[in-house]
């Protein structure tokens, strides 16, 4: 077998992160690095990635270690990595590899390669404390949701009603937080609609109820009023066949869009001041 470990006194352990994402990677020498990442709304991912070896669909275990300095009488973690060409990933029981970093444990995976080839893979146990509580602080500031969460949320209504429920505010509250975090969001498109049910004007008056409201709290969240385009539809625009219940429970909606500029990177914006480009 095979074994990689970057020599200790040349072992780095870096740390980025922002509202967007959080990440630990750790450079692995002679073989690729190893990464801990966080996004919105997501649960830990971890990440091996190699340099020069690509394996597809197969599994490779990696387990918690501790150096040969310290003994524990813990249970230490363990889960399976997915290949997908040169990177394994897992998403699976990932938060005592976090723990472990801020106890000075290893991580260390096992690969079984081609051709009978194995691969012993280890991080080394110095320096991760700092990093780790970088990344625990991080996780805490992470948005509620990503992108692709908020760029298109649908708020149900019951009939005859435009009254905002709990559920909607939390949505709500995450389409504003991702709003107010990138400043590269030009729209916040809202439409509202309503099933068949009743006169003609009596939906569209309604569905304008539904679209107000919506607006409304966006603003009392702290979106800017001008960001935000109301449209109601009545009934004119059915998402599905108002001919059953299910269906015409399914019409009665708010969709909420948002409008990136083209080819711009999420950027912060804070107090109406953006930040970057």
Not at 51 to 69: E, V, Y
Not at 72 to 84: P, V
Not at 87 to 105: D, M, R, V
Request: glycine share 6%; charged share 20%; with cysteine.
């Amino acid at each position: 077998m095979t074994r990689y470990q970057t020599p200790f006194e040349q072992a780095i352990w870096t740390f980025n992160g922002d509202q967007f994402s959080c990440q630990i990677e750790h450079k692995i020498t002679g073989f690729g690095s190893m990464k801990m990442e966080a996004l919105p709304g997501e649960t830990l991912r971890l990440e091996l990635t190699a340099d020069w070896l690509t394996l597809n669909q197969t599994q490779s275990s990696i387990k918690i270690t501790p150096p040969a300095w310290k003994k524990s009488h813990t249970a230490l973690g363990e889960t399976q990595l997915i290949w997908h060409g040169n990177k394994a990933t897992s998403n699976t029981s990932i938060n005592p590899f976090l723990e472990a970093l801020e106890q000075g444990f290893a991580w260390q995976a096992i690969i079984d390669g081609r051709e009978t080839a194995s691969y012993l893979v280890s991080s080394s146990p110095v320096n991760t404390g700092q990093v780790a509580n970088q990344f625990r602080l991080c996780r805490h500031q992470l948005l509620p949701k990503p992108f692709s969460y908020v760029r298109s949320v649908e708020l149900l209504f019951s009939s005859g009603s435009s009254q905002i429920t709990m559920a909607h505010e939390t949505d709500l509250d995450a389409i504003t937080q991702y709003v107010k975090a990138d400043s590269s969001i030009t729209q916040v498109l809202v439409d509202a609609h309503a099933d068949n049910n009743g006169e003609h004007l009596a939906n569209l008056v309604l569905s304008k109820e539904r679209a107000d409201e919506v607006a409304a709290r966006l603003v009392e969240l702290g979106l800017p009023k001008g960001l935000i385009q109301v449209r109601h539809h009545g009934a004119r625009e059915p998402k599905v066949s108002n001919k059953t219940q299910d269906g015409r429970d399914a019409n009665r909606r708010v969709m909420i869009r948002l409008i990136k500029r083209p080819n711009k990177i999420a950027t912060k914006r804070t107090a109406g001041v953006e930040y970057g480009s």
